[in-house]
């Protein structure tokens, strides 16, 4: 979880290094910088988990430290969305930075296909406002991730595998 945490913090650097909107980009660092520090958190506490072994306080230390992490990986990909949708800059050469961009606009065009389905079948009532029974959710940055297969560690992902991992490679 620890190393995964640190690809999610990767990741939305990397989308903030390409925000175009300022407040947005911010908002991405902020949630990315607290993501770091929960995920060196659960780093310091796993490790000394695993030296003092079973004791009540530190499973429950442990398990509060793995909500965190996912309560502040939510907060990157909310904020990721937020960037994606006022627009990102062209990404440089970088694998990686390419990588993160093409995450972004399947997203992107993932969230405009269900907007225009959502304005083709409209399902409003008299007022004009959006009927909630049978209405789907609009796509989210977590759903994609979570739509990803897990893949192994050990697997590469292309043919001719890159030195190290890219910020997409794992699931998260």
């Given at each position: 979880m620890v190393s995964d945490g640190q690809v999610v913090v990767k990741f939305g650097n990397i989308l903030a290094k390409?925000?175009?909107?300022r407040r947005c980009s911010m908002e991405l660092l902020r949630a990315?910088?607290?993501?770091?520090?929960?995920?060196s958190q659960l780093?310091?506490?796993a490790r000394v988990?695993?030296?003092?072994?079973?004791?009540?306080?530190?499973?429950?230390l442990l398990l509060s430290n793995?909500?965190?992490l996912v309560r502040a990986v939510q907060h990157v990909?909310?904020?990721?969305?937020?960037a994606c949708v006022k627009?990102?800059?062209?990404?440089?050469?970088?694998?990686?930075?390419e990588e993160v961009a093409a995450f972004c606009q399947q997203w992107r065009k993932n969230l405009t296909q269900h907007r225009a389905k959502e304005a083709l079948n409209s399902d409003r009532d008299e007022l004009g406002l959006r009927k909630t029974r049978g209405a789907k959710a609009e796509p989210t940055l977590m759903s994609l991730v979570q739509e990803q297969p897990p893949r192994s560690r050990n697997i590469p992902k292309?043919?001719?595998?890159?030195?190290?991992?890219?910020?997409?490679d794992r699931h998260l």
């Open positions: 390409h925000c175009l909107d990315a910088e607290h993501t770091q520090s929960i995920s780093g310091i506490v988990k695993a030296v003092t072994g079973e004791s009540k306080a530190s499973s429950e793995v909500q965190n990909l909310r904020a990721a969305e937020a627009g990102l800059r062209q990404p440089s050469a970088d694998p990686e930075e292309h043919p001719n595998p890159r030195k190290g991992h890219t910020v997409m």
